[in-house]
C-alpha cells in the first residue's frame, strides 16, 4: 500500500466517523454530501466507520478511543515509507496531516460529548467517556509532535535522516553497556579554542 493510499484512507474514516457522530447527534441528514444515489463515495474501512452506529452508541464513541494509537501507527507507517523513498502524491502532507489530526481530535471531542450524554445512563459509555477525555490531550501531543520541525516534504525527510533511530533510554543503556574507549578521554581539545 503506497503512503498516499494509506492517508487516503485515514482521511476517509475520519470523514465517515464524523458524519456518523454527526447522524447519531441528530445533526447531519442522509444521504451524505458526496454520496451518488444511496452509494456514498467512501472507501470499504470509511464505510464501515459508519456501519458502527447500528450496533449503538457507545460502539461507535469507542472507535474514536483507537485514533492516538491509529494515528501514530499512521505516522509510523508513512516516516518508513518515506524513509525508503516511497514519496509518491505526498507534496501537501503537512496540510493533509494537520486537516486529518484536526479531524480527529474533533472526533474524540465530539464523541467524548455523546458518551457523556450516553454515560448518565451506560456505565460501559461513562467508562470510555473517562477515557476519551484523556485521548483528547494525547491527540494534542501527537500534533505537535508529528506536525513540528518541518513543513514541506522535502524538510521532513531532512528531520528523519536526523532523527535517531533509537529511543533515548536504548541509547542510554547502549552507552553503560559499550563506553567510549580510553583514548577519547586522553585526547587532548586545549589546542582547538
Not at 38 to 65: F, I, K, M, N
Not at 153 to 181: N, T
Request: aromatic share 8%; proline share 6%.
Amino acid at each position: 500500500m503506497t503512503a498516499s493510499l494509506l492517508l487516503t484512507l485515514a482521511e476517509q474514516e475520519a470523514a465517515a466517523l464524523t458524519a456518523a457522530l454527526r447522524l447519531m447527534a441528530g445533526t447531519l441528514v442522509w444521504p451524505w454530501p458526496g454520496s451518488v444515489g444511496d452509494q456514498p463515495r467512501l472507501s470499504p474501512r470509511a464505510l464501515d466507520a459508519l456501519d458502527t452506529t447500528r450496533y449503538g452508541g457507545a460502539a461507535l464513541v469507542e472507535r474514536a478511543l483507537n485514533y492516538p494509537q491509529d494515528t501514530e501507527l499512521l505516522w509510523d507507517e508513512l516516516c518508513s515509507r518515506i524513509k525508503a523513498g516511497d514519496t509518491a502524491e505526498l507534496e501537501n502532507l503537512h496540510q493533509r496531516l494537520h486537516d486529518l489530526l484536526y479531524a480527529r481530535t474533533r472526533n474524540i471531542s465530539f464523541a467524548w460529548n455523546v458518551a457523556d450524554s450516553l454515560g448518565r445512563s451506560n456505565e460501559r459509555t461513562a467508562r470510555i467517556g473517562y477515557e476519551l477525555e484523556k485521548a483528547i490531550p494525547r491527540m494534542s501531543e501527537l500534533r505537535d509532535q508529528i506536525l513540528s520541525g518541518w513543513d514541506r516534504l522535502d524538510s521532513l525527510e531532512d528531520k528523519l535522516v536526523r532523527e535517531p533511530s533509537l529511543s533515548p533510554e536504548q541509547l542510554a543503556r547502549l552507552a553503560e553497556k559499550y563506553p567510549p574507549p580510553q583514548s577519547w578521554y586522553d585526547e587532548d581539545f586545549s589546542n582547538l579554542v
